[in-house]
């Protein structure tokens, strides 16, 4: 609850709608205390006055009674049943949403048939037919009102019921003998509430707004007593030549509704929890650059070299840093493998490459990305996107959700060329085509007008496959795209994917955390750890004389052909925060050959062993490895 | 296609006996004696008799609905005491002003909810988002009868663009151009607040789109931004706008009630506000059947929308 209040506070509109309305309901609440005008009592001779006048400081209206005293006690009535309408619908729909909910089966289907029935109706239909039948007034107005929307209170809460009714506490106590009624009253109703105030929130202002509309029809509250409908009802015929009766009441009607509203977002942003930490952001089309430090100049011979690359995540007051200054380089026609754990930060620096960090919260903080003399990193974003797809190329995991659902198959991969105008209208289909077989999509003429969800998972990476070579890129970045599949469909995908480097000269970046993988494909492998590469050589070398003990440690955990498959967590401990990484060596603490030396910054990337490079003070194989390297 | 739309009518038949079976209960609970109002108080219980027989209320509730319903189904929904006329005729003339209103209202509020929405969600946090939620506040807290009263003040008496009230001119032809012109205050004031509302649901549905990995690809595909937007995320978030844009399509119709009020429009809600005054119960009745089932299978055709736009869902 504090927690709640702390967050409501802290959103300034709902503050300032709690601060207006709570105004006006305290106004609205001492009113007969004023010493305000009689609001019923007529004076035709002093019609229509206009505001400021001596003694009527909003003037008169038609009837020359006062419009202030009338507006106070118009908007008590209006607050009054308004509220009474949200409450009654509240009460009412609650406990149809929780016997529902509760006893389910044939007493939920009787009970939400006729809360369809009713919701079929557009609202106004109902209200007026229920005023019909009773006659005008303000009472039936307000059973109208709340009437039309129970239905809406009973099927949300019903929807939570239903998912409280099955939870152990609720069998608990149904074990432990509690009636029917104790336990929807003590252990459903408490967990239901939130939802309650939530759709009161944001509909208590709708109902004012409809009662005040059914009182300007005349159906409302009846004369000589007058709610802000009926006043403006009232000021209707008077609009031309005394349009300040009709601005009156309006603009006090908008006044409540508008600080209800507001202070309803707020109630609602502070109690769904999905909101609460700003989730519900967009990523821009390019990730925010935010370089301080001076840019590093490009190496000579690479075809994309990524220097002293950092790329952070800014989440409210934290900083995770999860590229650290990261260096890689490929050559044309190579495939480097970058291995690593989960949040090693192996995918943000393969997204960092195109300004495909997701931003909010992605932000590239320092280094170069080069491709072919130009900084990807400072590029705009017009010159970035005609590089996309085009030059430098991803696939994705899981294409379930990296393909777009609803457009063809055939569609997107056409979409990739004529992203870059390079396919002719006519001939873009056969294009298409012929990128589907040759990704060994079987029967691709008809394969090109299935959607995403009727392909099997083998056949939509192979698509994505396709979508990635469509415009013959020189750099595929490659983001575990296997990892998602099973064992045989793997191995299909990786020699594909190593014919077509052979048979097109491709530079891959290859990004996964199975050295079986990298030892299959790779021609260098470069190992990160927190956020920075650690070790990094030719694959046969590093797999056979590992550097750095993490290497060591993750290759250990390779299965040989025929044994059981052990996994990466075989390495006690976790990876570091890196919202809070250790000075030195981020693995230390995980380190069984760690020293005191270990935990003093900064530790660099030094060469060894002739081609090799490790971030270690303490190497494995020494000796071998120069062995081996001579 | 075609044994899905089948399905979904055949579906709304129960939705529409339940509105008929709501509509006929309402109306059963009105106090006070046919009879009597007819003979006056000094008849004859003979003759008050002899009325409820002609009148078939002599007979069970039960019995008379299915009597309403069969006589409703032959098109016959009674007679208007209050305009000596049946009541479907004079229901049919005033729907169409309805429909040109709301219809109008409710292209209006699709298009510019839809457009705002998706501005908003683009430029987040910048200033087309924080003018368009602002706006988009004021518009769903604003009544619409206050609006209109506002617009009619400012635009038709002050600056003297539009008239003030009215479906068509006193004098003069009915032409397209004139009910243009009597057409945009009204439609715009009851696009209004729907707006607001389907801005909100599209920004929040653009917002959860855009996150999506899809998008991620579409944009390593080197797509514009504009056709990222435009076309990938708005395409996605449609799926979850259209059935709010049918649940809106009820709040524009409810609204058109106040707004005929306000502009003197010679629709449906008008009519029904004034036999709610005149008590022509039979008026009520039928105008609020015909409307409520008119607004089901509009909502069947949403649905129907809905399955086009997605190949997902099983037709």
Redesign the interface.
Known sequence: MRDFLRLLARNQLALAGLIVLSAVVLLALVTPLLPLQAPNVTNTGDRFLPPFTEGHLLGTDHLGRDLFSRLMYGTRLSLAVGFAAAVIAAVLGAAIGILAGYYGGRTDNVIM??V???M???????A???????G?GLLNALVAVAAVNIPFFARNIRGITVGIAHKEFVDAARLSGMGDMRIMLGEVLPNVIPVIVIAMSTTV?WMI?ET??LS????GSQPPVADL?SM?GEA?SA??TN?HT??VP?VM??II??AI??LGDGIRDALDPRLRSGA????M??TTVRRDGPVPEAREGALLDIRELQTQFHVKKRVYRAVGGVDLEVKPGECLGLIGESGSGKSVTA?SV?G?V?SPPGVITGGRVDYKGTDLIGAR?EQL??????EI??I?Q?PL???????KVGDQLI??MT??GRAPKEGARQKAIELLKSVRIPNAEKRIDS?P?EMSGGMRQRA?IA?AL??DPEVIIADEPTTALDVTVQAQILSLLDDLRRSRGLAIIFITHDFGVVAQLCDRVAVMYAGRIVEEGPTAEVLATPAHPYTKRLIACVPELGEGRRKLAAIPGLPPPVDDLPPGCAFAPRCAKATPACTEPPIELMPFAGTRAVRCIHPENDAAAREAAE | MGSYILKRLLSAIPVLLGISVIVFLIMAMIPGDPATAILGSYATPENVARINRDLGLDQPLVARYFIWLGNMLTGDFGRSFSLNRPVLDEVLDRFGATMILAGTAFVLCSILGVAAGVVSAARQYGFADKAITFVVLIGISIPSFFLGMMMILIFAVNLRWFPVSGMWPIYGGRTLWSLLDHLIMPALALAVVATGVIARLARSAMLEVLRQDYIRTARAKGVHERSVIWRHALRAAMVSIIPVLGIQAGFVLSGAVYIEIVFQWPGVGRMLVDAILTRDILLVQGGVVFVAACYVLFNIAVDVAQSLLDPRIKT
């Open positions: 048939r006729g369809d029935m009713l079929a109706f557009p609202y106004i239909l109902l007026l037919a229920i005023v019909a039948a009773l005008p202002g707004l005040a509309g300007f029809l005349g159906l409908g403006l209707r609009l031309i349009p009709s601005v309006g009607i908008l509704v508008m509203n507001l519900l952001t967009r990523p089309a390019a997204l195109m495909l997701a974003y996107r005609t590089l996309r797809g085009r190329a991803y994705f899981d959700a990296t393909l777009h659902p609803l457009y979409e990739a992203a870059h959607y969800h994505g979508m469509a415009n």
